[in-house]
């Protein structure tokens, strides 16, 4: 080692006791590779080998510098000589083992940031989790009814169309590809809005998406699709991440979302695509209620060629003659937003 090479052999002098209650001794000092040897200045007998690692220092900083042998020994060597105090320093350090402390900190910090990146990232995730996998139904039914209500109550024009011959060919249809246990809401004054669902068992329309589908099958593909996607994933977990972890406790603990924690989120949702199913779901969905997937795959914008595609080679096999609705119920849908 460069410390013990460039201090080998060095002497000199300074002041030793064996403990507290014996007389102080003038002594010369000597180094070695790994031990200092204490020596009597007189007759140069040996009285003391020290382990230089472990060699402690009581008063740093100030002279003369007082040595023990080891951490709580009585023994004592008071040294003046700025050299041999540069060189046991030296040698001490280079001879001793790094301490670990700067390691632990270092450790004990990134354990910290782990904790706090996990009770950041982690915990909210799996306190939605939980909670969305223990409400029953009738909340989730109300948690999307209120959503809804939270996007009428502005004073932008948003409102559900309810022309009631409308509103009974919808229910029609319903029945026939859903079942009487969901429900069909058509929302007006929504821009952007195509087809959405809701915690529960809510599928929201928009008008435009009325206007510009020609048939009652092709419609049954959007609804069908937002279904899948609820089957996929529960939508009451975006819910209650849109609404935050404190809303997500006061559900959990009281049974009831804050007020205004769904503010704005039905908006958020009808202003996304709609649902992008897979297509052999999709084409088994149809499959399974005698309906052709055609008019919904052509009725698909561009940017979904994928899914149109694959669709359109399901399309074989035995398919019901009966439409979903007759022509004037289907007309009655399309203008039930004209109340």
Not at 26 to 46: M, N, R
Not at 88 to 109: C, V
Not at 170 to 183: K, Q, V
Request: charged content about 20%; overall charge negative; proline content about 7%.
């Amino acid at each position: 080692m460069t410390a013990l090479d460039k201090y080998a052999r060095l002497e000199g002098s300074g002041v030793w006791r064996a403990g507290p209650d014996d007389q102080r001794r003038d002594v010369v000092v000597g180094l070695g590779e790994s031990s200092l040897v204490i020596s009597d200045a007189k007759s140069g007998q040996a009285l003391s080998h020290w382990s230089l690692p472990a060699v402690q220092r009581r008063n740093r900083g100030t002279r003369p510098a007082v040595y023990t042998p080891s951490e709580g020994d009585d023994e004592t060597l008071e040294l003046e000589d700025a050299l041999l105090i540069e060189a046991l320093e030296t040698i001490r350090n280079a001879l001793s083992p790094k301490p670990p402390l700067p390691w632990l900190r270092l450790g004990l910090a990134g354990a910290a940031l782990a904790a706090v990146l996990v009770g950041v990232l982690y915990l909210p995730a799996v306190l939605v989790a939980r909670t969305a996998a223990i409400v029953p139904p009738a909340a989730r039914d109300q948690i999307g009814r209120d959503a809804l209500d939270e996007l009428l109550e502005s004073a932008a024009g948003e409102r559900v169309c309810a022309d009631p011959e409308g509103r009974q060919s919808l229910a029609i249809l319903r029945n026939r590809i859903l079942g009487g246990d969901w429900r069909i809401v058509v929302v007006a004054g929504v821009p952007g809005a195509q087809a959405a669902h809701l915690p529960g068992q809510v599928v929201v329309l928009g008008e435009a998406l009325l206007a510009r589908l020609d048939s009652p099958e092709a419609l049954a593909g959007y609804i069908g699709a937002e279904a899948l996607a609820r089957q996929a994933r529960d939508p009451l977990l975006d819910t209650l991440r849109y609404a935050g972890t404190g809303a997500t406790v006061t559900l959990l603990t009281t049974g009831n979302l804050p007020e205004d924690a769904l503010r704005g989120y039905a908006r958020q949702r009808l202003a996304a695509a709609p649902a992008l199913p897979d297509a052999a779901a999709m084409g088994a969905w149809f499959t399974e209620r005698g309906l052709s997937p055609t008019p919904y795959a052509l009725s698909l914008p561009s940017e979904r060629h994928a899914l149109a595609e694959a669709l359109a080679d399901s399309a074989g096999g035995t398919r019901s003659g009966d439409p979903l609705l007759s022509d004037g119920e289907w007309l009655t849908v399309q203008a039930i937003c004209a109340r």
